[in-house]
């Protein structure tokens, strides 16, 4: 429990209390067993126009190696408007669990000047130690909800397929022997 918290920040852009405008997307306890790359679920917390609120993943995920994780919020939608996904190197992105049904957040409320956009810490608690134990690349945050299709081709986009090195051979034509 980093900075002795359960919510480990995967990325934050959120304002401190007593609003904390802005988002943080969290790895979190699982509902069964210890915390760990092979065992976790991820959380969504909105400091938004309508208030504060959260949602956590139905389901546990894990990342034995290699996983690809992403949660999308539609702050215009009253129900059905958080989604947590879960792919890895043989997995197709997937929906962990039915759409929260209901996190009445309203959009996102503005953090400018109160917030920076963070990887592993929040300025809803400066100086806290909330990094995950482990390694993250390609974050991105879209402006816009990313349909399953979308999240399966950033998904592509990270594998690395091992495979036969071609090079073209002194003729110009490819071979596996260059």
Known sequence: DQGGSGNVRLIAKQGPAPDFNGFSWNLNGPNAGE?????FRTGLFIGGEEGFAFAFAAEDAFADEWAFLAVTYDGTQLDENVG????????????????????????????????DFGIGFTDAAPGVDFAAVGFQDDVRVYDGVLTLEQLEEVRLENLVFEGPVCDPNSGGDLDENG
């Open 35 to 39: 915390r760990g790359p092979d065992n």
């Open 84 to 115: 947590f996904y879960y792919g890895d190197e043989g997995t197709e992105v997937y929906l962990l669990d039915d759409f929260f049904e209901d996190l009445a957040a309203g959009p996102v409320a503005s953090t400018a000047g109160e917030a």
